[in-house]
């Protein structure tokens, strides 16, 4: 079974300070992982992929196999960065996925 | 640019009456999905459609059925409506059904039963 765990339900870092979300998962073949943000009153959207290995407004997330885990991190947290994060899963069969429940960041000025 | 859009935003509907959501996927997107979110819950995959044709099926409930039509618009339909199915639905659109494909997501559309 997939499962997707952010272990954070709410998260409050100082502006300036380094921001780290966590993404545990549980899958047995090589699933890909998402980050979706959704600020507020908007519709969720997608933050970064593992496969393109890119920086999107200063965050990354390494995919680490051995912990499976795919945490998203940046080094200095900015107050536009508060919202709501998801990470998510997509199996390597079929086209679902599978999304952890949130991890509210508040970033105070 | 175009986004996914939903209808209604919101929906109020008594328990045993029938409600029907709409999803518009972005222009040229052919793929159409449709999540469930309870409270404190995670999203669950419900149903796929690509091409108008039903592509996956998660925990979709039998008393729900949905299509992909000709404009590849989709339509969720849920009858005898139970409280427990108060959730916020989601509907994602993508160019493709493959897994490589970034799923766009509506802004949701949230359902109330009393």
């Known amino acids: 079974a997939q499962r997707v765990t952010q272990p954070e339900k709410l998260l409050s870092v100082f502006k300036g300070a380094p921001v780290e979300l966590k993404c545990n998962y549980s899958?047995?073949?090589?699933?890909?992982l998402f980050w979706y943000v959704q600020y507020s009153r908007q519709r969720l959207q997608l933050l970064l992929r593992?496969?393109s290995r890119e920086s999107i407004k200063g965050f990354t997330a390494d995919l680490n196999k051995g912990e499976t885990s795919f945490h998203l991190k940046k080094p200095f947290a900015q107050e536009e960065d508060s919202a709501m994060y998801y990470c998510?899963?997509?199996?390597?069969?079929?086209?679902?996925?599978?999304f952890g429940t949130g991890t509210s960041l508040t970033v105070i000025p | 640019a175009a986004g996914v859009i939903q209808s209604p935003r919101h929906l109020i509907k008594e328990k045993r009456e029938t409600a029907t959501l709409k999803c518009y996927p972005i222009?040229?997107?052919?793929?159409v999905y449709w999540y469930q979110q309870g409270p404190g819950q995670d999203p669950q995959f419900l149903i796929s459609?690509?091409?108008?044709?039903?592509?996956d099926k998660g925990s979709i409930p039998d008393r729900f059925s949905a299509q992909q039509f000709s404009d590849y618009h989709s339509e969720l339909n849920m009858s005898s409506l139970e409280l427990g199915d108060s959730a916020l639905y989601f509907c994602?659109?993508?160019?493709?059904?493959?897994?490589?494909?970034?799923?766009?997501f509506g802004p949701g559309t949230r359902l109330l039963v009393l």
């Open positions: 994602a659109s993508s160019l493709g059904s493959g897994r490589q494909e970034t799923q766009y």
């Open positions: 459609f690509y091409e108008k044709m039903q592509s």
């Open positions: 593992h496969i």
């Open positions: 222009p040229r997107h052919d793929t």
């Open positions: 899958y047995s073949g090589s699933p890909e």
């Open positions: 998510a899963l997509s199996p390597n069969t079929g086209n679902q996925f599978y």
